[in-house]
Nanobody
Framework: QLVESGGGLGQPGGSLRLSCATL????????MAWFRQALGKEREGDAG???????SYARSVKGRFTISQDNAKNTLYLQMNSLKPEDTAMYYC????????????????????WGQGTQVTVS
């Protein structure tokens, strides 16, 4: 089970940190990623981390967002800096037990397990 938290209202140029608690399994053994879905748009990947620790970022968030894991807490994070109004979306945490190539980490179809989402509004 994946449980996201940390969403809310952010200001342009401000920061938010999203958390995803992985309940019942060891997150470090899975590929993990953050996705967003804005109203009326398709779900798209922002950042992913493989089971080997390598990370991948979408061009739109590179340099602003950072994905990280706390293996002791089985928690995935997304630090979001320099927020923009276009970052407004529902954010989802996802996990996949199969090993994924780096280039596949941002594709929603490659992930089996999903959280319920947390809303981020930048205004």
């Amino acid at each position: 089970q994946l449980v996201e938290s940390g969403g809310g209202l952010g200001q342009p140029g401000g920061s938010l940190r999203l958390s995803c608690a992985t309940l019942g399994y060891t997150s470090s053994r899975y590929c993990m990623a953050w996705f967003r879905q804005a109203l009326g748009k398709e779900r798209e990947g922002d950042a992913g981390v493989g089971s080997d620790g390598l990370t991948s970022y979408a061009r739109s968030v590179k340099g602003r967002f950072t994905i990280s894991q706390d293996n002791a807490k089985n928690t995935l994070y997304l630090q979001m800096n320099s927020l923009k109004p276009e970052d407004t979306a529902m954010y989802y945490c996802a996990a996949e037990q199969k090993r994924l190539f780096l280039g596949w980490l941002l594709r929603p179809a490659n992930f089996t397990y999903w959280g319920q989402g947390t809303q981020v509004t930048v205004s």
